[in-house]
């Protein structure tokens, strides 16, 4: 093998096809769309999905379950995991549970659950806690901040509420 075989044709740029330019090129008399028919015609455009009237893979496919794309995405953490994770006396926040990787994902509400134990006095800050991680955390003698969550979808605001 040679070093110049390596790349020899490819190209960066791929050259635009020339159509209409005589039965010598190639790409003459019907410039590559064939005779009649729907794809031959001017300003024709094909659905991406569309495979030639078979049934697209697309509805082929079973769909299942259901997606609530309103459902908030909330991240947990446990009080056994803030042990490790932080020394007495920290404040525990979204930007620093982020720097330590406990809350990675993109999510729109923290909760804070109670699964481990707590013996660190800690400054927690986070929208929704659980019962047992509230008591954890008062036992530990820790101090609770919750901050405001995410408004709800109002449905209809025309509609009267009860």
Do not use: Y
Request: net charge positive.
């Amino acid at each position: 093998m040679n070093l110049d075989d390596i790349h020899r044709g490819i190209t960066k740029n791929k050259k635009r096809k020339r159509v209409g330019r005589g039965i010598g090129s190639g790409h003459g008399k019907t410039c590559g769309r064939g005779h009649k028919g729907q794809g031959a015609r001017a300003g024709f455009s094909m659905h991406p999905t569309f495979e030639g009237g078979q049934m697209p893979l697309i509805r082929r496919v079973p769909k299942r379950g259901f997606n609530n794309k309103w459902a908030l995405v909330v991240a947990a953490v446990n009080v056994g995991d803030l042990e490790v994770a932080f020394e007495d006396g920290d404040d525990v926040n979204l930007e620093t549970l982020k720097a330590k990787s406990l809350a990675k994902q993109g999510f729109d509400v923290l909760k804070i659950l109670g699964d481990g134990e707590l013996t660190k006095k800690l400054n927690i800050t986070a929208h929704r806690f659980s019962k047992s991680a509230l008591e954890k955390i008062e036992k530990a003698g820790g101090r609770i901040t919750i901050l405001p969550g995410k408004a709800p979808v109002v449905r209809n605001k025309m509609k009267k509420s009860k």
